[in-house]
Nanobody, 115 residues
Framework: QVQLVESGGGLVQAGGSLRLSCAAS????????MGWYRQAPGKQRELVAR???????NYADSVKGRFTISRDNAKSTVDLQMNSLKPEDTAVYYC?????????WGQGTQVTVSS
């Protein structure tokens, strides 16, 4: 059984930084995309950043230049470095992975940015 375990998140003032980490474990034959989504209260879940096994990266326009996604294929981990955080970045952040052709999600971690 595949699991995604997240760490990081918390409360930070506007302009601050946080780092999210996610580790995949279990029976994994192939991991293609890994990434992060977020969901703010009353809003739909949206893509924040995604990275493929070959290193291709997509960012949401709202986080370009502020967030950086990285991946360690050997450790099956994906990190999200978030700088210059804004109050509108407040949301529950979910780790995502496409593993063995199936979608997997982490339990979510709260990020709160105070103004």
């Amino acid at each position: 059984q595949v699991q995604l375990v997240e760490s990081g998140g918390g409360l930070v003032q506007a302009g601050g930084s946080l780092r999210l980490s996610c580790a995949a474990s279990g029976s994994m034959f192939s991991i293609r995309s890994m990434g992060w989504y977020r969901q703010a209260p009353g809003k739909q879940r949206e893509l924040v950043a995604r990275i493929t096994s070959s290193g291709g990266i997509n960012y949401a326009d709202s986080v370009k230049g502020r967030f950086t996604i990285s991946r360690d294929n050997a450790k099956s981990t994906v990190d999200l470095q978030m700088n210059s955080l804004k109050p509108e970045d407040t949301a529950v952040y979910y780790c995502y992975a496409l593993i063995n052709r199936e979608d997997y999600w982490g339990q979510g971690t709260q990020v709160t940015v105070s103004s």
